[in-house]
C-alpha cells in the first residue's frame, strides 16, 4: 500500500513537471488548468503515505517488541529451570548424600538462595507458555524436596540442625535456611491441581485397570456411596449410547 501512494505521488509530480515543460500540447494544458485539483490530490497521497508508514512502523516496533520480549522471557525460563536443578543437586551433593542431606550450614544455606533466586526470577517469566513450562519443573522438584526431607524426618534431629562446624561463628544450621527449604517443599494453598478436571468414574468405566490387578479392583469395588456401581452404570450407559 506504502509503494503504491508513493507511485501515485511520483506520477503526478512528473506529470505536473512535464506539464510546465509542454504547455501547448491539449492534455499538459488541460492538467496546467487543473494544477489545484491534482496538487490536492498529490497532498492527500502524501498524507496517506504518512499514515500507511506510520502504521507500518508502529506494527514492525510492537513486533519487535513482542519477540523481544518473548525471548527476555525464554531466557529468564531456561535460567529457572537451571536455578531449580542447581538446587537440589546442592542440597543432596549430586545425589551423593541423601540420607541424610550433610548437616552443613553453608550447603543449606547456599541452597536456600538459589531456591530464592528462582523465585526472583520466576516473576520475570512473562509468557503464559512459559508460566505451564516452569509449573511443571517447579512441581517436580517440590516433590523431589518434599520426598527427600519426609523420608529424613528422623535424621533430622535437633543435634543435626546444631552441627558444631567450626568453620563458622555458629555452626547451627540457619533458621531462614530451614524456612525456605520447608517452605518450597510444601503443598502450596492456592495451587490448581490438575486432577480436579479428571473424571475418575468415567475413567474407570473404561475398564483402565487390567483384569489381573485384583488389589486395586477390590479397593473400589469396596470404596462408599455405591461407587463402584456408579462407575458400572456409566459403562452400562456408554455403551447403550454406542449401539444406538
Same mark, same amino acid.
Given at each position: 500500500?506504502?509503494? !503504491?501512494?508513493?507511485?501515485?505521488?511520483?506520477?503526478?509530480?512528473?506529470?505536473?513537471?512535464?506539464?510546465?515543460?509542454?504547455?501547448?500540447?491539449?492534455?499538459?494544458?488541460?492538467?496546467?488548468?487543473?494544477?489545484?485539483?491534482?496538487?490536492?490530490?498529490?497532498?492527500?497521497?502524501?498524507?496517506?503515505?504518512?499514515?500507511?508508514?506510520?502504521?507500518?512502523?508502529?506494527?514492525?516496533?510492537?513486533?519487535?517488541?513482542?519477540?523481544?520480549?518473548?525471548?527476555?522471557?525464554?531466557?529468564?525460563?531456561?535460567?529457572?529451570?537451571?536455578?531449580? %536443578?542447581?538446587?537440589?543437586?546442592?542440597?543432596?551433593?549430586?545425589?551423593?548424600?541423601?540420607?541424610?542431606?550433610?548437616?552443613?550450614?553453608?550447603?543449606?544455606?547456599?541452597?536456600?538462595?538459589?531456591?530464592?533466586?528462582?523465585?526472583?526470577?520466576?516473576?520475570?517469566?512473562?509468557?503464559?507458555?512459559?508460566? %505451564?513450562?516452569?509449573?511443571?519443573?517447579?512441581?517436580?522438584?517440590?516433590?523431589?524436596?518434599? *520426598?527427600?526431607?519426609?523420608?529424613?524426618?528422623?535424621?533430622?534431629?535437633?543435634?543435626? !540442625?546444631?552441627?558444631?562446624?567450626?568453620?563458622?561463628?555458629?555452626?547451627?544450621?540457619?533458621?531462614?535456611?530451614?524456612?525456605?527449604?520447608?517452605?518450597?517443599?510444601?503443598?502450596?494453598?492456592?495451587?490448581?491441581?490438575?486432577?480436579?478436571?479428571?473424571?475418575?468414574?468415567?475413567?474407570?468405566?473404561?475398564?483402565?485397570?487390567?483384569?489381573?490387578?485384583?488389589?486395586?479392583?477390590?479397593?473400589?469395588?469396596?470404596?462408599?456411596?455405591?461407587?463402584?456401581?456408579?462407575?458400572?452404570?456409566? *459403562?452400562?450407559?456408554?455403551?447403550?449410547?454406542?449401539?444406538?
Amino acid at each position: 500500500m506504502l509503494y !503504491f501512494f508513493i507511485g501515485v505521488i511520483v506520477t503526478l509530480i512528473f506529470i505536473i513537471l512535464v506539464s510546465s515543460l509542454f504547455p501547448s500540447v491539449p492534455f499538459f494544458a488541460w492538467i496546467n488548468c487543473n494544477l489545484a485539483t491534482f496538487q490536492a490530490i498529490g497532498s492527500l497521497a502524501i498524507l496517506l503515505s504518512a499514515i500507511v508508514a506510520i502504521r507500518i512502523y508502529w506494527y514492525n516496533f510492537k513486533r519487535h517488541q513482542k519477540e523481544d520480549k518473548y525471548k527476555a522471557s525464554e531466557a529468564f525460563l531456561r535460567e529457572s529451570i537451571l536455578i531449580l %536443578e542447581r538446587s537440589f543437586d546442592i542440597f543432596t551433593d549430586k545425589g551423593a548424600h541423601t540420607n541424610p542431606p550433610r548437616n552443613d550450614r553453608l550447603l543449606w544455606l547456599t541452597t536456600a538462595r538459589f531456591i530464592h533466586r528462582f523465585y526472583k526470577m520466576l516473576e520475570k517469566v512473562s509468557e503464559n507458555k512459559h508460566r %505451564e513450562i516452569i509449573d511443571e519443573h517447579e512441581e517436580y522438584h517440590r516433590f523431589q524436596f518434599n *520426598k527427600l526431607l519426609d523420608e529424613n524426618k528422623d535424621n533430622f534431629t535437633k543435634e543435626y !540442625f546444631k552441627t558444631n562446624n567450626k568453620k563458622y561463628l555458629s555452626g547451627s544450621i540457619d533458621r531462614k535456611s530451614i524456612a525456605v527449604i520447608f517452605d518450597f517443599a510444601k503443598w502450596k494453598e492456592g495451587m490448581i491441581d490438575p486432577l480436579t478436571e479428571v473424571n475418575d468414574k468415567e475413567l474407570f468405566s473404561k475398564d483402565v485397570i487390567l483384569p489381573d490387578q485384583n488389589g486395586a479392583l477390590e479397593f473400589l469395588r469396596e470404596q462408599s456411596n455405591k461407587y463402584w456401581e456408579e462407575v458400572q452404570e456409566i *459403562k452400562r450407559q456408554r455403551k447403550n449410547t454406542e449401539k444406538d
